[in-house]
């Protein structure tokens, strides 16, 4: 009898030793965050290579917060950011008279320096503050800039969507507008920055953050794209808007709403860009589960940054309830008539599968253009060979220019 309890508890110590030491590890791999060690290596790495979501970002000034910064805890990480970013915004306003130049440049870098100190959301006190010294430096860079960027407020559910209007400098008569929506934890600010190279075209921009994001008014929900339609609205309430010459661009999240609105929008639309569209497998619990917790393409917590946006989603198991709900199969929206559509994205991609960009090709009534990179991740980025600037210039800019030309010219 004792031999085979003996014989028993080896069968359990060989079973434990095995799940421990082949099947954790694979398991883990898919699902544990990277430490914090990790997490300053990969950000310093991404930083020396212009990689996402260190654009920008001067290693050195990313080194100097790391040093200050020991644990994981959110308001630590903003206050080592807040450090450094205050110290460009002393200088610029000191300089803002004398070299105003370098006073831009000033806020241009303190205004990124406090972004990532909020990354991925602002979901504490510390992360909220540098938030709002993000703004407060961008919206002082703007004051340097020709033609000017406006700060719209409009009305809505009692409260308001704040939004970046830039039209072109010069303009004779209406011009055509590009709505931009930013992704999980990118901003209008970001998207700003970039859309100013649609200008010299004729085409301004109305920069929005999302649902769930940024100072947007709602989270996500099934319904949130009415917010975007509110958007609309106020595009088309302008006199300086050719309200017959709209399109709309989202990246990843915003790829989303441009998707939908693509579709319950499509007579007031021209035209939608989105860069990696969630679509259908990526509400899926599998995918969740699989992919995005832990995910490395994504820096650190890609999932809790997603329950921040997400209407009544507090645990994985809202997430899992909720997310299917969202999917454009499910709402029954796949399939129908829908405006002209720009589609982007990499083959690489683990944030959004690429499988949701093939079914959405094959979906609709008119032609699609796509632009897959079979060697790029999320939004089709590709290291030195597709950086976002690049996409952008050669790929998005040039779609859009296309689509909102008069008709005159459309057909030639």
Request: neutral net charge; proline residues 7%.
């Amino acid at each position: 009898m004792f031999g085979l309890i003996v014989a028993r508890q080896r069968i359990i110590s060989y079973a434990l030793f095995v799940y421990l030491v082949l099947v954790m590890p694979a398991f883990g791999q898919q699902r544990q965050e990277r430490t914090l060690d990790e997490i300053k290596t990969e950000a310093i790495h991404r930083a020396e290579n212009g990689m996402y979501p260190l654009i920008g970002l001067d290693p050195a000034d990313v080194k100097q917060a790391f040093a200050a910064i020991k644990t994981k805890d959110k308001d630590e990480w903003a206050a080592a950011f807040m450090g450094v970013g205050d110290g460009y915004v002393a200088e610029a306003k000191s300089l803002e008279a004398t070299d105003p130049a370098k006073a831009n440049a000033d806020y241009i870098r303190a205004w990124r320096i406090y972004s990532f100190g909020r990354w991925p959301v602002p979901v504490s006190p510390g992360k909220q503050k540098s938030y709002a010294k993000a703004v407060e430096a961008f919206l002082a860079h703007t004051k340097f800039l020709d033609p000017p960027l406006q700060v719209v407020r409009i009305p809505f559910a009692g409260k308001e969507i704040v939004g970046y209007l830039r039209l072109p400098k010069d303009a004779h008569g209406p011009v055509p507008l590009v709505i931009a929506v930013n992704g999980l934890d990118s901003r209008k600010e970001d998207l700003s920055e970039g859309f100013a190279g649609i200008l010299p075209f004729g085409i301004g921009f109305l920069a929005v953050d999302g649902p769930g994001t940024g100072q947007a008014p709602i989270k996500v929900s099934e319904h949130a794209d009415r917010m975007l339609s509110a958007v609309i609205d106020y595009a088309q309430s302008r006199p300086e808007v050719d309200k017959n010459r709209l399109a709309i661009h989202g990246v990843s999240w915003g790829a989303y709403w441009a998707t939908k609105m693509a579709i319950v929008e499509r007579a007031r639309l021209r035209g939608a860009s989105a860069q990696s569209p969630p679509v259908d497998a990526f509400f899926q619990k599998d995918f969740l589960t699989n992919s995005l917790l832990g995910n490395r393409e994504y820096l650190f917590d890609q999932v809790p940054a997603l329950m921040s946006i997400i209407e009544g989603a507090k645990t994985i198991d809202d997430m899992a309830e909720i997310f299917p709900k969202l999917s454009l199969v499910k709402q029954g929206l796949l399939g129908q008539p829908m405006a002209p559509m720009l589609i982007i994205g990499g083959v690489l991609d683990t944030q959004v599968p690429i499988a949701d960009l093939y079914l959405l090709l094959s979906k609709g009534d008119v032609p699609k253009t796509a632009w897959i990179n079979p060697q790029g991740g999320h939004l089709g980025r590709q290291l030195r060979v597709w950086p976002d600037s690049v996409i952008f210039k050669q790929v998005i800019i040039p779609w859009l220019v296309h689509t909102l030309a008069p008709e005159s010219e459309e057909k030639h």
